[in-house]
């Protein structure tokens, strides 16, 4: 067993947690798809902002413990969800009023 294997099995960091479920699930048998897939999106509803990076850094990081701790092949599937109406214009975006025409249309 190589260092880094063996350094992911001890530790105790959430995301490693969470990768040990998903390990737990694939125990008897990899995904038919022979693949673990992993998904993550957010709504472009004004500038990126911390949540926007925390949503798909979350997901990245339970999907590198999961690589350092199996051997099954991961993939990432991100998405934005451009069909979400836009309720109001965002404070934090330039050019509001040229924006106002494009309330609740997605």
Request: charged share 30%; aromatic share 8%; with cysteine.
């Amino acid at each position: 067993m190589d260092e880094t294997r063996s350094a992911a099995l001890e530790a105790k960091a959430w995301p490693f947690e969470e990768a040990r479920r998903l390990v737990r699930r694939y125990a008897e048998a990899p995904p038919e798809k022979g693949y673990v897939l992993f998904e993550t999106g957010y709504g472009p509803s004004g500038l990126p902002h911390i949540g926007t990076f925390g949503e798909v850094a979350r997901t990245t990081m339970v999907r590198r413990a999961f690589e350092a701790l199996s051997d099954i092949p991961t993939r990432l599937i991100c998405f934005s969800d451009d069909m979400d109406g836009l309720r109001k214009v965002p404070g934090n975006v330039p050019m509001q009023e040229a924006l106002k025409a494009d309330l609740n249309l997605p």
